[in-house]
């Protein structure tokens, strides 16, 4: 009698979760950052302009 063998899936799942981040105004600039770590003035680190909040899916920390 043979049992097969099963393979384990070992994927690394990313798991990710709705996290609050503040992304720049301008459209142009990539600059954005999560809520827990956002500066107090809420301008962005890249460019200075201001940031808006919004929810991204990002990997869980
Ligand atoms: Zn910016």
């Known amino acids: ?19 609050e981040v503040f992304s720049c105004m301008d459209e142009t600039c990539i600059g954005w950052m999560r809520k827990e770590f956002v500066s107090d003035d809420l301008l962005c680190p890249m460019c ?4 808006i909040q919004e929810i991204r899916e990002l990997p869980k920390i």
């Open 1 to 19: 009698m043979f049992f097969g063998k099963r393979g384990k899936d070992e994927e690394l799942e990313t798991i990710l979760v709705e996290t």
């Open 48 to 51: 200075g302009k201001e940031m």
